[in-house]
């Protein structure tokens, strides 16, 4: 194989030119010396199989998957670990030596250990999670809060029969409740994520009243643009612990950088500063 070429990774999507994942590895590339390259590739659908196929002959050891191509992947990898197979989705391909493509999704463990990072104590098994929202995003939070013991979630969609499906995927913990009744509830809830777009720049505002929360109740974001979202701002008021969504994406990024380069990179202020940096 190509193994002995300079290590090569990137981000596959269309659009891709907004991705941060380029400052996310081009930083630890610099950090730890290594002297491989991470670049963005945009594709077209048609030529999404061919050109993964043809990458490892260029040296590429792996890539990452953006909208709109993290289902459309599975379609043709060789190996699908668990969790991409569970979420339906992957964000993370390896070109093994053999020449098989392993995709994975790292979501789920990025939106974790975002949380862990930010707050060491938490607590996800003795209260339900109420998660806002149904598309690809929900399906990877879902799956890593049930591996993570959460006794139940409680999937909030404006369209609930999206939220139907997911609660048939993944099964008996994962219970529906109607987006009008939800706020009523948020007194019993110990955690709660927003997984739709809605409060991110250029989007419509969520409007979810915090009303009933109890002071301490976690509550993050995965929309890291803004930093802090409305939903944030609002938590804090509330005396919520708060969590803001760019750690996730600095997270997922950790398992991809370690197959492709052999060193298991650190996430820290550094890191996002380096992010942010306009």
């Known amino acids: ?46 030529h999404l199989e061919s050109a993964i196929r043809f990458l490892p002959q260029l040296g590429f050891r792996g890539a990452n998957v953006t909208l709109p191509f993290k289902e459309a992947v599975l379609a043709f990898a060789d190996v699908i670990t668990d969790r991409a197979a569970l979420i339906g ?3 993370t391909l390896s070109f093994l030596k053999d020449g098989r493509v392993r995709a994975d999704n790292t979501d789920g ?15 996800v098994r003795t209260a339900p999670t109420m998660v806002l929202g ?6 990877a939070v879902i799956s890593s809060l049930l591996n993570e013991g959460a006794p139940e979630i409680w999937l909030v969609n404006r369209t609930r029969t999206r939220a139907e499906m997911l609660r048939e995927h993944f099964g008996a913990r994962v219970h529906v409740v109607d ?3 939800a706020p ?3 007194g019993d809830v110990g955690t709660l994520v927003n997984t739709t777009s809605l409060g991110m720049t250029g ?19 995965i929309i890291y643009t803004p930093l802090e979202t409305p939903l944030l701002r609002n938590a804090a008021a509330k005396g919520c612990q708060v969590v803001d969504g760019l750690g996730m994406l600095l997270h997922q990024a950790v398992p991809g950088f370690d197959a492709w380069f052999q060193k298991r990179p650190t996430v820290d202020d550094a890191l996002r500063q380096a992010v942010l940096a306009k």
């Open 1 to 46: 194989m190509t193994h002995d070429k300079i290590p090569l990774a990137c981000v596959i999507g269309s659009p891709v030119a907004h991705s941060l994942s380029p400052r996310v590895h081009g930083h630890w590339l610099a950090r730890y010396g290594i002297s491989g390259y991470y670049v963005p590739i945009e594709l077209s659908r048609e």
């Open 89 to 91: 989705a992957a964000n």
């Open 109 to 123: 463990y990025g939106f974790i250990a975002n949380i862990r990072q930010a707050v060491p104590d938490w607590q």
């Open 134 to 139: 149904a598309g690809g995003a929900s399906r």
């Open 179 to 181: 987006w009008s009744a």
């Open 184 to 186: 009523r509830s948020l």
């Open 203 to 221: 989007q419509p505002e969520l409007h979810f009243p915090l009303d009933a929360i109890k002071s301490g109740t976690l509550v993050t974001d």
